[in-house]
């Protein structure tokens, strides 16, 4: 919703912004936005506010009733800069209404038309007040932070009254507070110590339950240090966290009031090393942990969002784990290419896993969340080649492999993705007539099928998809539009994603979009 990204103070005129509007050809969807800001004697602003309107999406295999959106969002920031610091105020807000498909829908439009939001559906609304302020004081620096949100998700069936009261509604309210010092530097010795704490409330307001309402408090201290050399630079943190949470008694869900505490130490070490001029390596470890939610641990209902029944398990423990990565860089005349490796080995990951049962009220699949000992392992290779003196033509390959272990039961993990491999050949001209930087960007992705799978789930076939994105920049006096035609799926393929919600009802992924938009900016 910013006019220029996230520095509130980068404006350079007392009023600058740019109308974007955009049109999506399968969706049937419609979007506009428009942002403005400026700064003038250290006062600065800015603002957006975004409407978009879809109807159900079109897939090779007919129509995905009831999976239109509407949704307005808006921002608005307010700050003041002075020599040595500044202040900043944000408030933003955000409205959707999303149809929820149901599984014994057909991919037909029935007795509806395209647009129409109809039960079941949900609501959402969010509200975010955030303070933030950046001090420097005798060499150190003072960065605070602190935020109140509220998050409103009410869901509407088809029940006498559904119209009119949702049958389910989580109320979420967060305060979160963050202070950083960043000290000054102790020669080549650049650090930060941290504090940062959350207070959180979870109610459920209506007549169905998914998750017990409760309470949660956390507080966190840490300390980064980076010791910059010749080629070679080393960091290091530490951190320490305590963590409360209180669960509401819930005769529906069978939950007594309860609270539970943890307490965790964690740690990372890096380093980052130039042998060579165009080369270099990074390797990073660490151990990090994450405590189970009220979901994981007492959730007991239907999931509309996700298309699932999700069961909780009250016994479930903290998750620890310990990662490893590196990385290999390097930058010649015509190419670029950097690889990287990682394996993280979790202890008491949890997850849901999908059981044979089906919840016979709604039609979806009961997931039971549980955990295990786990390793994930895998990596990711990008490749950029620039042939010069061909400066118009670009080349471009970025892929990734993800594998995964449940090690107690020698199986994969469910959700595991498949490996991926994206291919771009880009067109480029500087000037083409009127037009700057124009750019004709052509490729395919391909997607390998996914046969190692968890056992209640179904292997996936490999696919591949095709898209093309025209740009240009054309500037007339001190107006620059910027328009864009894209085509996803450009031969409109019949593929499933093996991470697809609506995978396990046999449902397409969207097939051909056609992409029109143009960005109108001004003052900047």
């Known amino acids: 919703v910013h006019a220029t990204g996230p520095d509130l103070f980068a404006y350079e005129a007392p009023l600058a912004g740019s109308l974007t509007l955009q049109a999506l050809s399968n969706p049937r969807q419609a979007a506009t936005h428009l942002e403005a800001g400026g700064q003038l004697d250290g006062f ?6 975004t409407w978009k309107r879809a109807g159900s999406y079109d897939t090779p295999g007919g129509l995905v009733p009831n999976t239109g959106l509407k949704e307005i969002s808006g921002a608005v920031r307010l700050g003041r800069a002075w020599r040595k610091g500044a202040l900043a105020a944000q408030y933003e807000r955000f409205e959707s209404d999303l149809g929820l498909f149901e599984p014994d829908d057909r991919l037909i439009l029935k007795d509806v038309q395209r647009f129409d939001i109809v039960l079941p559906y949900q609501r959402v609304a969010h509200d975010k007040v955030k303070l933030e302020l950046d001090q420097r004081l005798s060499g150190h620096r003072l960065e605070f932070v602190s935020a109140f949100q509220q998050n409103r998700r009410q869901e509407f069936e088809e029940e006498e009254g559904a119209g009119e009261e949702p049958a389910l509604f989580l109320r979420l309210n967060t305060f979160t507070s963050d202070a950083r010092l960043h000290h000054r530097p102790l020669g080549r010795l650049f650090g930060t110590l941290g504090l940062s704490g959350m207070a959180q409330r979870n109610e459920t307001l209506g007549e169905e339950s998914l998750i017990p309402g409760g309470r949660i408090w956390s507080l966190g201290m840490y ?28 005769d529906d869900l069978g939950v007594t009031a309860q609270t539970r505490d943890y307490t965790s130490a964690t740690g990372a070490f890096g380093l980052a090393w130039q042998p060579a001029e165009g080369v270099s390596l990074a390797l990073n470890a660490g151990r990090a942990w994450r405590a189970p939610v009220l979901v994981e641990l007492f959730g007991n209902g239907v999931h509309e969002g996700t298309l699932r029944f999700e069961r909780g398990e009250p016994t479930l423990r903290p998750e620890e784990s310990l990662s490893l990565d590196a990385t290999v860089r390097w930058l010649g005349r015509h190419l670029y290419v950097e690889a990287t490796g990682f394996v ?16 016979p009220a709604s039609g979806f699949f009961v997931y039971q969340y549980g955990q295990a000992t786990s390793r994930l392992w895998g990596g990711e290779v990008k490749a950029d080649f620039h042939p010069h003196p061909l400066d118009w033509l670009h080349l471009s390959l970025k892929g990734d492999v993800v594998r995964t272990r449940n090690l107690d039961l ?12 994206a291919l771009n050949v880009a067109f480029a001209g500087e000037r083409l007539g009127p037009l700057r930087d124009a750019t004709l960007t052509f490729g395919p992705t391909f997607v390998a099928a996914q046969h190692d799978v968890f056992s209640t789930e179904t292997p996936s076939d490999g696919y591949t998809v095709f898209d093309l994105v025209l740009s240009a920049k054309l500037r007339m006096g001190g107006v620059l539009m910027m328009p864009v035609l894209a085509v996803d799926n450009l031969f409109d393929a019949a593929y499933v994603d093996h991470l697809s919600r609506f995978k396990p009802f046999g449902i397409l992924n969207p097939g051909r979009s056609v992409r029109l938009q143009l960005r109108v900016g001004f003052g900047g």
């Open 223 to 250: 300390a980064f240090e980076e010791l910059l050399l010749e080629d070679l630079t080393l960091s290091g943190g530490l951190r320490l966290d305590l963590r409360r949470l209180a669960a509401d008694e819930n």
């Open 344 to 359: 993280n080995h979790i202890d008491d990951y949890i997850f849901p896993r999908k059981t044979d049962e089906v919840d």
């Open 44 to 49: 600065a602003y800015d603002g957006g506010f």
């Open 410 to 421: 020698d199986e994969p993990l469910p959700f595991t993705p498949p490996a991926r491999l």
